[in-house]
């Protein structure tokens, strides 16, 4: 395995290597889309990741004013031995009175401090982070990423100060108490996740609220098997990630995202962390924010190459169908964590991913896209889907620990600002269900009366090009090499896409909405639904012999007495999907049932088996939590 001190070896020979490079060279996310040829030598791969390592470093240290560092910066010059009083200044200021935090997003930082401050801060500034640890109650926080940074930091404090009383530790348990707790709490999340899904599945941000405490276990835990078990859940992160991604951008379906990421794919933490161990997309501005913790100690980690393969040499036509979950329903319901069936098929030209449709997570999910690929993604929407823009009281109340009628009201005040607006294009709904076939999308609603905002609405991107309103019924459009076809089965309207700037304010969060260039179908009926065929532009001899082919498809459908499709697909599949039905594939009824944790060309488990095996070509790694270990296979 890569000890961290050898790779900052490493490290500092890369930084030699690049001493001729000027301070301020410009930083990636400003540059060039960086080249997306495989590297195949290993060496040549790693001496890049460590380089990018460095960019962040050099950047973040470059930008940083020694008054006010932040606990990222104050990581990295103590990683390089470098202004050490000022570390030690500013650790104090930030653990003084009524400074300290509290809950995971100060504690994983500070564990940052602590453990690369060891030998470099003074014993005053070591000691005002130990005490912030006795007096200040930390909140574990109400989410899946919540909960695992919290164990994590907890337990490694806890390992780094062993044999402490209860009265040293604002817990009340002792060192000890406070292991048996996280070390039970993390691998209960690992068996969790190895055998029925994660809740928090395929994230455009909160994945590096996991893969960073992953990255704290692999490369801080004395105890060697919590080593092994963030080093193999590494692994799985970024498998999981190099699979759902194109040319290192993520697409739908997406456990929570947000109104910005949800419509500019790139531009979320995902694309960060793609940058960082793919080199195929650029990085989001800041290098990502807390993706800056994930460099601070990312030379410790080596991604192995049948991930960095399944990410950038990209088979094609890669069907996948995995099993995920939801979050944790607290209310209303008899299953606690229903099962989520994902389905993508990725091309070179796009990606067609979706659930089967269902209350995932109340605020922020998304279900279904049709993505496209841009060589250089960053300012655009290369998206296309339809959502019910549900909002509830009630549903909210399924998730979470408190009351009802003030909920939607407060989400929407706490930084989420689209969730009670009936333009929103961000959530589920309870009266959306889909079905996909290959690059064939089929969501169909039943709004119950009485909802608030009885509509679906449909997303057109102001990088579409040709959209045409075709007397037919379809909505025909390229996106960039793609051709799309769109079908909404109730009338409509069009109404301007408006996007959230954030405003200056000491009073919460405030909101302008500006207009985006692209645009909303809204279609206000209860019973509704939607169509989406894509192809690729090479498949066809002009834009019209798409348009022709669409039009020559099989296809009824009726909205009663509940709405129903029958179609033949553009693969020749014969399809019929009725709201609330299982949908029939050439004859044969969809069971979900039968379906695996993973089962594609590239990730296959079983459900209960807690392990993985990640296959490229004839590279083959096998993650298995049952015996913590990682083999590693070339077949003939």
């Not at 098997?225 to 498998?239: C, K, T, V, Y």
């Not at 192995?304 to 979950?325: K, S, T």
């Not at 390229?478 to 301007?496: C, D, F, Q, S």
Request: charged share 20%.
């Amino acid at each position: 395995m890569i000890t961290l001190q050898s790779t900052m070896i490493r490290l500092g020979l890369v930084a030699a290597l690049s001493a001729t490079v000027a301070l301020r060279a410009q930083p990636s996310f400003e540059g060039p889309p960086p080249s997306r040829v495989v590297v195949q030598d290993n060496a040549q791969r790693r001496e890049a990741y460590l380089a990018r390592i460095k960019e962040v470093y050099d950047y973040r240290i470059g930008q940083a004013d020694p008054k006010t560092l932040d606990m990222a910066v104050i990581s990295m010059l103590l990683m390089r031995g470098e202004q050490i009083e000022a570390c030690n200044r500013r650790v104090l200021e930030m653990m003084g009175p009524g400074e300290v935090g509290t809950g995971p997003f100060w504690m994983f930082p500070s564990v940052f401090v602590a453990f690369t401050g060891q030998g470099k801060l003074s014993p005053e500034a070591m000691g005002s982070i130990r005490e912030a640890w006795r007096t200040e109650r930390q909140l574990r926080g109400d989410t899946e990423n919540h909960w695992v940074m919290y164990h994590t930091s907890l337990y490694l404090m806890s390992e780094l100060y062993p044999h402490e009383p209860g009265n040293t530790w604002y817990t009340g348990n002792s060192s000890e108490e406070n292991l048996q707790e996280a070390r039970g709490w993390l691998v209960d999340w690992m068996n969790i996740t190895t055998t029925i899904g994660q809740g928090e599945y395929d994230p455009t941000h909160y994945i590096g609220e996991y893969a960073i405490p992953m990255l704290m276990l692999a490369t801080w835990a004395k105890d060697p098997e919590m080593r092994q078990r963030g080093h193999m859940m590494l692994d799985w992160i970024f498998a999981e990630l190099s699979n759902a991604t194109l040319q290192g951008v993520l697409r739908g379906p997406n456990s929570r995202t947000d109104d910005t990421s949800v419509l500019e794919r790139w531009n979320s933490l995902a694309s960060f962390f793609s940058w960082l161990q793919f080199g195929n997309t650029p990085p989001t501005a800041g290098y990502g924010g807390w993706g800056n913790y994930f460099a601070v100690i990312g030379a410790s980690y080596e991604l192995p190459e049948v991930i960095y393969r399944i990410a950038v040499d990209r088979q094609p036509d890669a069907l996948q169908h995995d099993q995920a979950r939801t979050r944790r329903i607290w209310r209303y319901s008899d299953e606690h964590m229903p099962p989520i069936y994902k389905t993508q098929y990725i091309r070179r030209d796009y990606a067609v991913g979706s659930h089967q449709g269902r209350i995932s997570d109340p605020i922020q999910s998304h279900v279904w896209d049709v993505t496209w690929a841009e060589n250089d993604p960053r300012g655009k929407q290369p998206t296309m889907f339809s959502v019910h823009p549900h909002s509830s009281g009630r549903v909210m109340q399924m998730f979470f620990a408190s009351y009802p009628e003030p909920m939607p009201i407060s989400v929407s005040a706490e930084g989420k600002p689209s969730y009670d607006t009936p333009d929103k294009l961000v959530g589920c709904s309870p009266y959306e269900k889909v079905f996909q076939d290959l690059d064939t999308v089929v969501a169909l609603y039943d709004i119950a009366p009485g909802e608030r905002f009885p509509q679906v609405n449909g997303f057109f991107s102001k990088d579409l090009q040709d959209l045409t309103e075709d007397e037919s019924g379809w909505i025909f459009a390229r996106g960039g090499k793609a051709y799309l076809a769109y079908r909404p089965l109730a009338g409509y309207t069009w109404i301007p896409h408006l996007t959230y700037r954030q405003l200056p304010s000491t009073e919460g969060y405030k909101w302008a909405r500006d207009p985006s260039g692209s645009k909303v179908l809204v279609s206000p009926h209860l019973k509704n639904g939607t169509i989406v065929q894509a192809a690729s532009v090479s498949e066809f001899a002009d834009f019209a012999a798409f348009q022709a082919a669409i039009k020559a498809l099989p296809l009824t459908y009726s909205l009663e007495p509940e709405p129903t499709v029958k179609m033949t697909t553009l693969r020749g599949k014969k399809i019929v999907v009725t709201y609330g039905q299982a949908p029939v594939v050439n004859g044969e009824a969809l069971d979900y049932s039968k379906w695996k944790l993973f089962e594609g060309p590239n990730l296959n488990a079983e459900i209960g088996a807690r392990k993985l095996t990640i296959t490229h070509g004839r590279l083959q790694r096998v993650l298995d939590f049952n015996t913590l270990t990682i083999a590693d296979t070339v077949t003939r």
